[in-house]
């Protein structure tokens, strides 16, 4: 059995512009920001934010050289 057992599943989102995104986020759709994480002063932003009982993380590493998943 998994350490690791929860049964929720939290989406993760690329977001290419910080600022727009937290706007959308924040003003648009009502949403709070639980937690906000850069490894350095540099680095981007990765993002918790909740309306509810939803949670959404917002990932800034988008760029055309960020990494992507797939489910089979």
Known sequence: MSPFKSDV???IVPMAVE???KRFCLEYLGS??????RFGDTSP???QVR???SVLHLDGHAGAEAPRGRCA
Do not use: F, N, R
Not at 32 to 37: C, V
């Open 51 to 53: 309306q509810g009982g």
């Open 19 to 21: 600022t727009s995104a």
């Open 9 to 11: 599943s939290v989406p």
């Open 45 to 47: 932003l990765y993002m």
């Open 32 to 37: 709070e920001i639980d937690w906000e994480h």
